[in-house]
C-alpha cells in the first residue's frame, strides 16, 4: 500500500474547498427557493469565488516557487540507519 503522500494541510484545504461549494449549491437553491434573497446569495457567490481564487493562487506560487528553487515542496523522509552509518563514515 502507498503512504498517503498528501499532507495535513493538503487535506484540510480539500475537505475545505468541498464544504465551499457545498454552501454555494445550498444557497443556490435557497435563492430559487425564495429563501433568501438575490442579494444574499451575491454574498454568498462572491466569498466562494474569492476564497478559491485565493486557494488557486497559492497552489500555483507554491509550485513556480518549488520550480524555480529547486526546493520540494514535499519534506524528504528523515535518513535510515544505513544512510546515517555512511553518512557518519
Given at each position: 500500500?502507498?503512504?498517503d ?20 449549491i445550498i ?6 427557493m425564495?429563501t433568501i ?10 466569498i ?5 481564487a ?5 497552489s ?13 515542496t514535499v ?15
Open positions: 500500500m502507498e503512504p503522500k498528501s499532507g495535513i494541510l493538503d487535506r484540510a484545504q480539500q475537505k475545505l474547498s468541498s464544504r465551499k461549494f457545498i454552501v454555494f444557497a443556490t437553491v435557497m435563492m430559487f425564495g434573497t438575490p442579494e444574499y446569495w451575491v454574498y454568498v457567490a462572491g466562494y469565488i474569492g476564497t478559491q485565493v486557494i488557486d493562487s497559492v500555483i506560487i507554491k509550485t513556480k516557487m518549488s520550480a524555480m528553487t529547486g526546493i520540494p519534506p524528504a523522509p528523515p535518513p535510515t540507519e544505513d544512510e546515517d552509518e555512511n553518512a557518519a563514515a
